[in-house]
């Protein structure tokens, strides 16, 4: 099946730095990239959908400037936390979509970002 | 717009016993309709989905789950829990066209007891 990346699988960092997480489908075209967001014991909230060469569409409530996401490629989607903070701390998961039905999203293992 | 209810936050049950998560959805267009189940501090891992076909899925791990159109329900049912079951499971609902977006349930947390 289909398989999506990410990278790092786990980050710490200090208050006010930035971090960035990469999502890659690895042997697939990816059309259309999600970033969620998991607080411990809770859903997956989606942030933002991406689609290649455009500028991504931030779901209600979602800080664009504070979230950035780029999708330079068809297999290459980055999320950067910009000027991170404690409250920032989560559990990152990115998906990935490729072209034609069922349009099922593949899911990456997910980035646990730690601000200290 | 679509939407999916879990309808249990959590469910307890004994080892060797049947296992019944409860999932209801909404959707204004023919839906597909996915369980993933993720363990602690792990990503998540595609249990089995429903795309317009057989009505009554199998999955992996001898999860399967039955999509009731008249019922608005996609229930996950396994005969036989084993401890390796104790989880998260999230149901997932997807409007079959490629501008929608994949809804999460808020999620079942399993848990096994001897």
């Known amino acids: 099946g289909a398989v999506v990346s990410q990278h790092p699988s786990w980050v710490i960092c200090k208050s006010g730095t930035s971090v960035k997480i990469e999502c890659r489908s690895l042997?697939?075209?990816?059309?259309?990239m999600f970033w969620y967001r998991q607080f411990p014991k809770q859903s997956l909230m989606l942030m933002a959908t991406s689609n290649e060469g455009s500028k991504a569409t931030y779901e209600q409530g979602v800080e664009k400037d504070k979230f950035l996401i780029n999708h330079a490629s068809l297999t290459l989607s980055t999320l950067t936390v910009t000027s991170a903070h404690p409250e920032d701390s989560s559990f990152y998961i990115c998906?990935?979509?490729?072209?034609?039905?069922?349009?099922?999203?593949?899911f990456g293992p997910g980035t646990r970002l730690t601000v200290t | 717009a679509q939407s999916v209810t879990q309808l249990d936050s959590h469910v307890s049950v004994s080892e060797g016993t049947p296992v019944l998560l409860r999932c209801n959805y909404s959707?204004?267009?023919?839906?597909?309709l996915f369980w993933y189940v993720q363990h602690p501090n792990k990503g998540l891992q595609l249990l089995l989905k429903?795309?317009?076909?057989?009505?009554l899925v199998k999955g992996i791990n001898g999860f399967e789950a039955e999509f009731k159109k008249s019922e608005t329900s996609f229930h996950l049912t396994k005969p036989s829990a084993h401890m390796s079951d104790a989880a998260e499971y999230f149901c997932v609902v997807s409007e079959n066209s490629s501008a929608s977006k994949i809804i999460f349930g808020s999620g079942t947390r399993l848990s096994i007891r001897p």
């Open positions: 998906s990935a979509r490729g072209e034609g039905g069922p349009y099922e999203q593949y």
């Open positions: 042997d697939f075209q990816a059309t259309t």
């Open positions: 429903y795309t317009s076909a057989a009505t």
């Open positions: 959707s204004s267009y023919s839906p597909s």
